[in-house]
């Protein structure tokens, strides 16, 4: 049974107890109201007959209160299903959609609900709305007319639809489409989105076709006017354009004076002028228009002109001079518009003018060259090469049909258009129609009718061409129709604009601003002032910004404070000067985050040389930085181990002459004796000295002993067991360590040396105020991470040992030189700087890298990265701690006297015959008498002359069996893999340990074939 037949059941077993109640309940009072009933009239009542009337009612009412009580969850879970359907579908809508409550009487209305892309459109939170009123939180809503449409919607209960091309409030400015409609509850419904986008597009497009329709009204009228009347109708057509009461179109003659064929009549009444042509020289050449023509460059003006006395008053004006080839050859002036002129109206003149120079070069030429005026620009046309060449320069051709004929004329410029020859080809209705494309055809001749049909005077179409070889041309038509006075046409005449490269520069525009939106560097484009009007998708993805929230916005909105003024004041200066700058700017995200990029931006000027914009191109390079700052990290502590090396090894003689003489000085003396006693605090001083530069040798990652395959898992859990001994109970230490953790080539002391540095550091940070301390082991596989992977590491995977700490943390400034050799922020006595060097140079010579994050009172955490152990990498073999003795010849070579010395005396207290060389040339001379006599050569790595690996070539070269072994305090030349290159035995570094150099000496001579069977040992006895 179902749960909600569960439910029905359970109601209906409540009424079913209530009845039994109430039947009990009312024999009770029956018995307690009528005491002189006899006991069995009671037993009478549960009689048989009557139980069983009592037990069926109760069946029946189960029944009935079961089917009713079902019947009602049934409805309840199918309410519940629906809203959850109806919250699904109207939270997934792809419009904004927002549901009202009205309030006073319809008067204002509440939101209750509103999905998300009405939150995305609204740029609102849904939790902010909810409750509040419509006129509260988008005060726009009244000037809007849409709060009327929802009080009109729920008092008639009619749905309405409401565009609105502007939406303005301190939320946002959009326009918007609206559906609005009421529920049966009374509550109003809101579907709307947002078409700011398709409003602007089509604003655009209105734009083009108004100046397009412009161009061709023009054209037309000098194609069908042939005296200078043309001027004052073309005048008139761009007064009406741009909203003004006065201009005047003017043309310079060939003395260079300015005529004006349509000055107004107070003008003619002023200079007392009858001919319409009024002339004026150079030197009255005043006022606004005449600085246009003096410099050729548009002048505009907001405010009174000034006029001679008697003119009309003139508000705001515009000038914009008309240039054909550089050369200016005419002037339009326009003046007393309502507003202000702005820089839309300056480029809608300036393309007029444009369009009209070469129309108006022609007409004068003809004028110049014949003196003659012709009554029609057709004529021009026709007789006149130079207004042909116009045609072409402005892809502009005319034709001309006669109805009653059939006969259709074209320009030649019509001709190239259609890639036709004139000469073979006759043009015809029919043939201009096989000539449109395929697609477009149906739609030009429908055009055509309807244009004849409906007696209309001003048409135009654009469509596409088809031409013999496959080539696709735009063209815009325009026409008129002239008809008889019965009504009927008589003939057409239009013209015919190729306009294929204006579509394909359109084309090429959206693919241009298709790229820039997926460009990967940020791309932000300003206005001369440092406004942003435009940024990609790469600018949101690096900043945080939307576009919403950069555009309309300074510049400075991601200043980080971290530069100078004086350094944009020069940035400023450059680029104003219409000069392009290059550099680095420090910027802030909207999280804060600072972040570094490589700027470049580039001033952008209009035709007059005026800057418009500013476009900057703009790359993170964050990542780059921190890769140079590991690389200088990693230099500059290279240098520092340079050096180490370099005094280790001078250091490392000093140590084996006093520690060598020292032990010679203990053989003579009692153990109990205090001299005795006082030389072995010299021998533990001693080898704390050999360890301090071993440690130095560590750090500059010279040191390659013990490497083993090593498990971390247990090198930390032995650390962990020491660490919870020492720490104070305020600090909790915790370890998490990841299973199956692969192995790491690594020494095992040293390891611990790093843990124990590391978590020490750790502890000191936290004992005034405790805290945690995290160790933590894990995989991490770079190839696979999104993590910046360290310039000196490989993309395989590694082990990552972190140990983190909420203490005290380490200030911004220390970091960089956190690993620097004696560099230490504790105080005076309590450290000696050279814990975090040497766990450095560990690392690195582990070929691993290291990390420090740190923040003030936060805590630090360090992060170390070892490759993983490889199949070819296996264990050394232990060392034996005996001391063997023997009685061989053994040929020692070392540059420092005091060092044979020592050397002599130790190996010949244990047996040894012994013969010491200070120079390693008169050491292989020595060997060369008689390569035999010897039976192992000990010599130094570092000496004048002949170096060990010199020396040793030469000696192998004699005799390849001899054994060799290789001392030194330290070298960058060798160390112990090279040595089984080049056929040394064994490799020590000093200063040497007697028992140390007696057993490997034993080591190397009972491995050798020949240690006691080729060199004749009897015959050099001990001495």
Excluded at 323 to 346: F, H, L, M, S
Excluded at 990 to 1004: E, G, N
Aim: proline share 4%; aromatic share 8%; with cysteine.
């Amino acid at each position: 049974m179902k749960v909600l037949d569960k439910n029905a059941a359970k109601a209906a077993l409540r009424v079913v107890l209530i009845y039994f109640f109430a039947a009990g309940t009312g024999l009770a009072l029956l018995r307690f109201f009528n005491p002189t009933m006899a006991e069995w009239d009671i037993g009478h009542l549960f009689s048989p007959q009557n139980t069983l009337f009592l037990c069926l009612t109760a069946a029946l009412i189960f029944f009935l209160v079961y089917r009713l009580s079902a019947h009602l969850y049934r409805n309840i879970q199918l309410l519940s299903q629906n809203e959850i359907r109806y919250h699904s579908l109207f939270d997934n809508m792809h419009k904004g959609g927002a549901v009202y409550r009205p309030v006073d009487h319809g008067r204002d209305f509440v939101f209750i609900d509103i999905n998300c892309s009405g939150e995305q459109i609204d740029q609102v939170n849904r939790r902010k709305l909810i409750g509040h009123r419509v006129t509260e939180i988008f005060p726009g809503i009244r000037e809007s007319n849409l709060l009327n449409v929802m009080q009109r919607v729920h008092s008639t209960g009619k749905p309405e639809y409401l565009p609105i091309s502007r939406y303005r409030d301190k939320y946002l400015e959009s326009c918007r489409e609206n559906y609005l409609f009421r529920l049966d509850s009374g509550e109003v419904v809101a579907v709307y989105d947002d078409v700011t986008e398709k409003k602007q597009l089509q604003e655009k497009l209105e734009q083009s076709k108004g100046e397009l329709t412009l161009q061709n009204r023009i054209i037309t009228q000098f194609l069908t006017t042939g005296d200078d009347t043309v001027y004052q109708r073309v005048l008139q057509i761009i007064l009406k354009a741009l909203r003004s009461s006065f201009g005047f179109f003017c043309y310079l003659n060939e003395q260079g004076k300015l005529i004006c064929p349509t000055l107004s009549g107070e003008y003619r009444k002023l200079y007392n002028m009858q001919d319409l042509n009024i002339i004026f020289p150079p030197e009255n050449w005043d006022s606004l228009w005449g600085q246009t023509l003096k410099d050729g460059k548009t002048m505009m003006k907001n405010s009174a002109l000034t006029v001679p006395v008697g003119h009309i008053a003139l508000q705001n004006g515009l000038a914009v001079p008309i240039r054909y080839q550089e050369e200016v050859i005419g002037i339009i002036c326009i003046a007393n518009k309502d507003e202000d002129y702005t820089d839309a109206d300056t480029t809608l003149l300036e393309s007029i003018c444009s369009y009209l120079a070469p129309i108006l070069n022609a007409r004068l030429h003809a004028q110049y060259s014949e003196n003659l005026r012709f009554e029609t620009v057709v004529e021009l046309v026709k007789s006149e090469a130079s207004l042909k060449e116009a045609e072409k320069m402005a892809k502009i051709g005319h034709w001309e049909h006669h109805f009653a004929t059939g006969a259709l004329s074209w320009s030649d410029e019509v001709y190239r258009i259609f890639s036709q020859d004139a000469k073979q080809f006759k043009p015809s209705v029919q043939a201009l129609l096989q000539q449109v494309h395929p697609d477009d055809r149906e739609f030009v001749k429908q055009a055509f009718t309807a244009a004849i049909t409906n007696k209309t005077t001003d048409d135009e179409i654009t469509h596409r061409l088809l031409l013999a070889d496959g080539t696709i041309k735009f063209v815009q038509e325009r026409w008129i129709a002239t008809y008889n006075n019965n009504g009927e046409p008589v003939n057409s005449l239009g013209t015919v604009q190729d306009i294929t490269e204006r579509v394909l520069a359109e084309e090429s525009n959206r693919r241009l601003a298709t790229a820039i939106d997926q460009a990967v560097d940020v791309i932000m484009i300003t206005d001369e002032n440092g406004t942003i009007q435009y940024v990609n998708p790469a600018f949101e993805k690096l900043t945080g910004y939307t576009r919403q929230e950069a555009v309309g916005q300074s510049s400075k909105l991601l200043k980080s404070g971290e530069h100078s003024p004086a350094f944009y004041q020069d940035l400023w200066l450059t680029i104003s000067s219409g000069k392009v700058w290059h550099g680095r700017f420090v910027n802030k995200k909207k999280s804060g985050d600072f972040f570094t990029e490589e700027t470049t931006i580039t001033p952008v000027k209009d035709d007059t040389g005026r800057i418009i914009n500013f476009v900057a191109v703009k790359h993170d390079i964050s990542r780059e930085l921190e890769l140079e700052q590991q690389l200088r990290q990693a230099v500059k502590m290279e240098a520092i181990g340079t050096l180490a090396g370099g005094i280790a090894h001078d250091f490392n003689n000093i140590l084996g002459a006093i520690l060598g003489y020292t032990r010679m000085a203990m053989d003579g003396l009692p153990a109990e004796s205090q001299p005795y006693l006082d030389l072995e605090k010299v021998i533990q001083s001693g080898d704390r000295a050999a360890s301090l530069v071993q440690q130095i040798l560590l750090f500059s990652r010279r040191q390659k002993e013990g490497f083993v395959p090593v498990q971390l898992e247990f090198l930390i859990r032995e650390a962990v067991k020491m660490l919870r001994a020492t720490l104070p109970s305020s600090i909790v230490l915790k370890a998490e360590i990841e299973p199956d953790c692969p192995s790491v080539f690594a020494d095992p002391a040293q390891i611990h040396q790093i843990l124990m540095n590391l978590c020490t550091n750790a502890k000191q940070s936290m004992l005034s105020k405790g805290g945690t301390l995290t160790i933590t082991l894990a995989k991490e596989n770079f190839a696979d991470s999104e993590q910046v992977m360290p310039a000196n590491l490989s993309p395989d995977t590694h082990v990552k040992l972190t140990i983190s700490d909420t203490g005290s943390g380490i200030a911004k400034d220390n970091l960089i030189r956190i690993f620097d050799p004696f560099f230490t922020t504790k105080s005076v006595g309590e450290g000696t700087g050279l814990g975090l060097a040497v766990v450095h140079g560990i690392v690195k010579s582990h070929h691993g890298h290291i990390t420090v994050d740190s923040e003030l009172q936060r805590g630090t955490t360090f992060t170390v990265f070892l490759p993983v152990t490889k199949e070819n990498e296996s264990v050394l073999p232990l060392k034996d701690e005996t001391m063997p003795r023997g009685n061989e010849h053994i040929l020692v070579v070392d540059d420092e006297q005091h060092m044979l010395i020592i050397r002599q005396r130790v190996l010949t207290s244990l047996g040894y015959q012994v013969s010491t060389f200070s120079s390693s040339i008169e050491a292989l001379a020595s060997f060369r008498e008689d390569p035999l006599q010897y039976d192992l050569m000990l010599t130094d790595m570092t000496m004048p002359d002949m170096d060990g690996k010199e020396l040793t070539e030469h000696i192998l070269a004699q005799r390849s069996d001899m054994p060799i072994i290789l001392c030194t305090g330290y070298s960058e030349l060798i160390d112990e893999e090279k040595t089984r290159e080049y056929g040394i035995r064994a490799f020590l570094n000093k200063p040497i340990k007697q028992t140390t150099l007696a057993k490997t000496i034993r080591t190397v001579l009972d491995s050798s074939e020949h240690s006691i069977t080729s060199t004749g040992t009897n015959s050099h006895p001990q001495s």
